[in-house]
């Protein structure tokens, strides 16, 4: 069954310092997706990308981060300077479809820790 | 505006039994969305009901909406070991532009043998 793969599962960083999180979502889809889930939190929205560009983003998803798609397959988030707050699971999510359906794909998360 | 609190925030019962959750919101919606999530795990869809619609299956899951009430309950049927798990209700705000959907606090779920 087609899967949404992130990498890495688990980051460890300084404070300061930039961290690219990878994910590949299912081939056919065109609405992409990044949430995360601090420690015992919710989950929450950061950002939606559609035909190559930001659809939506929360306030959450400030300067300090970026999304691309740098190829056909990956879909990456950037954050240029973590803080300690940044801590987090950050989960990738893919739709193939838009909001009227719009069933989510999430994969597995990668576990951000600041240090 | 919060949305998606569920309710209650931990349940536990024994294998056979059903399983209740309840989710309340506050803005109008598109439509409402039930996800699974294992301990250190991702999210998993079970389920979407639509803004119209008031009462879905699927398998085990059973769901209501009722939008007059800003709320919507999860029921999971004859449950098992392996359904121990955290459910949230997430959902799809009119106001918004796209599908950015607005997470719960979750209910953690223990079904015991």
């Known amino acids: 069954e087609p899967e949404v793969t992130q990498t890495p599962s688990h980051q460890v960083t300084q404070m300061g310092q930039e961290v690219i999180l990878r994910c590949v979502p299912i081939?056919?889809?065109?609405?992409f997706y990044w949430y995360r889930q601090i420690l015992g939190q919710k989950v929450e929205f950061l950002v939606s990308?559609?035909?190559?560009?930001?659809?939506?983003k929360s306030e959450i998803f400030d300067d300090q981060f970026s999304v691309e798609r740098p190829d056909g397959s990956n879909f990456t988030l950037k954050i240029r300077s973590t803080k300690l707050e940044d801590s987090a699971m950050y989960f990738c999510a893919s739709s193939d479809e838009d909001r009227a359906t719009g069933e989510l794909f999430f994969g597995e998360g990668s576990r951000l820790t600041v240090l | 505006s919060q949305q998606g609190e569920e309710d209650p925030q931990a349940l536990s019962i024994q294998e056979g039994e059903n399983a209740t959750m309840n989710c309340s919101y506050k803005?109008?919606?598109?439509?409402l969305q039930w996800y699974r999530q294992n301990s250190g795990r991702g999210l998993v869809h079970l389920i979407l009901?639509?803004?119209?619609?008031r009462e879905k299956h699927s398998g085990r899951l059973r769901v209501t909406l009722d939008t007059s009430k800003k709320s919507s309950s999860l029921l999971i049927t004859a449950s098992r070991a392996a359904d121990t798990a955290s459910y949230f209700c997430?959902?799809?705000?009119?106001?918004?532009?796209?599908?950015?959907?607005?997470f719960g606090e979750g209910t953690q779920l223990t079904v015991n043998p």
């Open positions: 997430a959902t799809d705000p009119w106001e918004t532009s796209g599908s950015r959907l607005t």
């Open positions: 990308f559609y035909n190559n560009e930001i659809s939506e």
């Open positions: 009901i639509r803004s119209n619609e």
């Open positions: 081939s056919n889809h065109l609405y």
């Open positions: 803005t109008s919606i598109n439509n």
